[in-house]
């Protein structure tokens, strides 16, 4: 079946800028993450859903983050006012709920480039 | 605090090589540590651990882990240039999100 997709792959955005990035996850899975992976550093988490509920939104770094998934499949990170310090690539992952929770499934990505 | 350190951060070998990765972690409410291969693209998974001294094998990759001392080891033989890549541990805890380290960047040459 198919995996997690993400869209856009490549996002170039002026500061000062506001930017969604789209994740589609696999079907079936309630869990959904969002990770941001700096240059040469592991994934680090912003945050997660179980269903359309938020559960952890502890690693989103500022109050310009901010995420949703209303209807408990596809969800969307938004960054408003973007900084150069967001520059990065933004992974979604999904996994099915309890036993195999942790085994998540990543998506290609989303670049993020802030000028 | 949580955390998950890889070593080395970097690595050079010869196709035919073995090479061992190693990632040591402290972590409250352990519940699994995964292995992920990352090329210029999403993650992607090789194995999750869970039990001590039980060998996960896929292929030339093997992986254990050891509870008690904290630790694991993802092991490749035979080496190929196709293995090249940043090789990622994960700790997850229970109902929470994945804790990475920074990867191992493997270079293998011809």
């Known amino acids: 079946g198919a995996g997690v997709s993400q869209s856009p792959r490549y996002k170039v955005a002026k500061r000062g800028q506001d930017v969604a990035l789209r994740c589609d996850p696999i079907s079936g899975h309630v869990s959904l993450f969002w990770y941001q992976q700096a240059l040469g550093q592991g994934p680090e988490f912003l945050t997660y859903?179980?269903?359309?509920?938020?559960?952890?939104k502890s690693g989103l770094p500022s109050d310009r983050f901010f995420a949703e998934r209303p209807e408990g499949s596809v969800s969307t990170l938004k960054i408003q006012r973007t900084q150069q310090e967001d520059s990065a690539v933004y992974l979604c992952?999904?996994?099915?709920?309890?036993?195999?929770?942790?085994?998540?499934?990543f998506g290609p990505g989303t670049r993020l480039t802030v000028l | 605090e949580d955390k998950v350190v890889q070593s080395p951060l970097s690595l050079v070998v010869h196709e035919g090589d073995t090479v061992t990765l190693n990632c040591s972690y402290e972590?409250?409410?352990?519940?699994?540590l995964l292995w992920y291969k990352q090329e210029k693209k999403a993650p992607t998974f090789l194995f999750m651990l869970?039990?001590?001294?039980i060998e996960k094998k896929s292929g030339r990759l093997s992986s254990i882990l050891d509870k008690k001392e904290l630790f694991s080891i993802l092991n490749i033989t035979a080496t190929q240039t196709g293995d090249s890549a940043v090789y990622l541990c994960a700790v997850g805890q229970a109902g929470t999100a994945l804790i990475f380290g920074k990867g191992t960047t493997l270079s293998v040459s011809s």
């Open positions: 869970t039990s001590s001294g």
């Open positions: 972590v409250t409410n352990f519940r699994s």
């Open positions: 859903f179980q269903n359309e509920a938020q559960l952890d």
């Open positions: 992952a999904s996994s099915l709920p309890s036993g195999s929770h942790n085994e998540q499934f």
